[in-house]
């Protein structure tokens, strides 16, 4: 998806425009999140730029859309770049040393004399 939305109209106010840009981009998301995964893929991510313009356009994280929509609205941009490219996500997993040797911070070895009787 690569859209310029314009934050300008006669009638509608630009925080309602940003309401329906943020929605576009969600349903497109949501659309692309329910494609099947291929083999050895375990989600579907996107790669998103995002500027004034497609020259200033820079990369951000997909958790920061929203954020940086608003912050175009409140600078008072006429308009503004998104552009969504669906990637193949595969989660990476920090294995664990030895589960024996880790002491539990939550659980307090003395038990006093009251606690063993209950």
Do not use: C
């Not at 109209?9 to 940003?18: D, E, G, Q, S």
């Not at 969600?26 to 050895?40: I, N």
């Not at 989600?43 to 958790?63: N, R």
């Not at 997993?93 to 003395?110: A, G, L, M």
């Amino acid at each position: 998806m690569k859209r310029i939305f314009s934050l300008t109209h006669a009638k509608i106010k630009p925080a309602r425009l940003v309401d329906a840009a943020k929605h576009d981009v969600k349903k497109f998301m949501k659309k692309e999140r329910s494609k099947p995964l291929s083999q050895g893929v375990d989600y579907w991510d996107f790669d998103v730029k995002f500027g004034l313009d497609e020259a200033q356009a820079t990369s951000i994280h997909p958790g920061e859309i929203n954020k940086a929509m608003d912050e175009a609205e409140k600078s008072g941009a006429e308009s503004f770049f998104i552009e969504l490219k669906v990637k193949p996500g595969v989660r990476s997993f920090t294995p664990v040393e030895d589960i024996n040797d880790i002491e539990p911070s939550f659980i307090d070895e003395e038990v006093s004399e009251d606690e063993e009787q209950n």
